[in-house]
């Protein structure tokens, strides 16, 4: 069993950076794709970036692109995402989810999940 723990959210005001990691109990997350989602109150849980098991293929939502960079870090067991350039409505809360090689944009494709951390932009 897999276990995934996010850290790194807090408050930052608009136009500020977070970054935020993803650490895996276990060396298996060098076999598993992972995908960063956010949802705020009220709403769905939506993909925000993904990266395939090795590193070699990322992918983002469009509303994301240019702004936020996932990586991987497989020797530490982590994945990364740095977020630049935010805005309010990237407020919400921030899962890493896992699955094995290759990524998805579907939350219901990933087996393993984080339990959340917080990202509040302020205007």
């Known amino acids: 069993q897999v276990q995934l723990v996010e850290s790194g959210g807090g408050l930052v005001q608009a136009g500020g950076s977070l970054r935020l990691s993803c650490a895996a109990s276990?060396?298996?997350?060098?076999?598993?794709?992972i995908g960063w989602f956010h949802q705020a109150p009220g709403k769905e849980r939506d993909f925000v970036a993904a990266?395939?098991?090795?590193?070699?293929?990322?992918h983002y939502a469009d509303s994301v692109k240019g702004r936020f960079t996932i990586s991987r870090d497989n020797a530490k067991n982590t994945v990364n995402l740095q977020m630049n350039s935010l805005k309010p409505e990237d407020t919400a809360v921030y899962f890493c989810?896992?699955?094995?090689?290759?990524?998805?944009?579907?939350?219901?494709?990933?087996?393993?999940w984080g339990q959340g951390t917080q990202v509040t932009v302020s205007s």
């Open positions: 276990e060396r298996s997350i060098n076999i598993l794709a």
């Open positions: 990266i395939n098991w090795s590193g070699g293929i990322t």
């Open positions: 989810a896992a699955r094995p090689f290759d990524y998805s944009d579907f939350y219901d494709q990933y087996n393993y």
